[in-house]
Nanobody, 126 residues
């Protein structure tokens, strides 16, 4: 069983930056597609970005392309989400998720994922 633990959330002013981390307790990320989602109050969970570095594959939602960057450290079993130029509408609970994949495939639907972290709150003040 893989356990995912996020960290790095907090309160930041608009225009600021945060880096979120997602550490896996077991297994290796090489066979996983790892993603970040977020859910704001009253809204559905939204796919933001995903990575499968064994296939050199990254995918971004249009809403964060150019502002957010996903990366990973396979030696540390950790995925990161660097968030720049944050806006108040980025306020949400951010969660990482993982699914085993074979080859350069990716998923943006939350129901495709088998493993989830507990989430970390990001609040952007205006």
């Amino acid at each position: 069983q893989v356990r995912l633990v996020e960290s790095g959330g907090g309160l930041v002013q608009a225009g600021g930056s945060l880096r979120l981390s997602c550490a896996a307790s077991a297994g290796t990320f090489n066979n996983y597609f790892m993603s970040w989602f977020r859910q704001a109050p009253g809204k559905v969970r939204e796919f933001l970005a995903g990575i499968r570095w064994s296939a050199a594959l990254t995918v971004y939602a249009d809403s964060v392309k150019g502002r957010f960057t996903i990366s990973g450290d396979s030696a540390k079993n950790t995925v990161y989400l660097q968030m720049n130029s944050l806006k108040p509408e980025d306020t949400a609970v951010y969660s990482c998720a993982g699914v085993v994949t074979s080859g350069p495939v990716f998923y943006t639907r939350q129901d495709n994922y088998d493993y989830w972290g507990q989430g970390t709150q990001v609040t952007v003040s205006s």
